[in-house]
Nanobody, 120 residues
Framework: QVQLVESGGGLVQPGGSLRLSCAGVGNIFSINAMGWYRQAPGKQRELVAAITSGGSTNYADSVKGRFTISRDNAKNTVYLQMNSLKPEDTAVYYC??????????????WGQGTQVTVSS
């Protein structure tokens, strides 16, 4: 069973920090691009940050300078360090990854989502 397992969400005050993790588990040969998306109530899912297998990154304008995406290829894990959090960052955060499975099959996977709430 191949899946992406997320952790690290929660409730934090404005200005605080959280670190999200997403680990790929199962019969995974390698992982290409990985990323984090978020969806707030009543809004469309949007890209927050992405990272290639080589470490190149891109960010949504709304999080530049506050969020940092990184990955540990040996652990099949991607992280999102979120600093200076704002109430408008409140959303369900989803991990996304392009996986290459043993046998050569390629497929996009999504994590189950983790709630991030920024409120005083």
């Amino acid at each position: 069973q191949v899946q992406l397992v997320e952790s690290g969400g929660g409730l934090v005050q404005p200005g605080g920090s959280l670190r999200l993790s997403c680990a790929g588990v199962g019969n995974i040969f390698s992982i290409n691009a990985m990323g984090w998306y978020r969806q707030a109530p009543g809004k469309q899912r949007e890209l927050v940050a992405a990272i290639t297998s080589g470490g190149s990154t891109n960010y949504a304008d709304s999080v530049k300078g506050r969020f940092t995406i990184s990955r540990d290829n040996a652990k099949n894990t991607v992280y999102l360090q979120m600093n200076s959090l704002k109430p408008e960052d409140t959303a369900v955060y989803y991990c996304n990854a392009d996986l290459v499975l043993y046998g050569g099959r390629k497929r996009e996977y999504w994590g189950q989502g983790t709630q991030v709430t920024v409120s005083s």
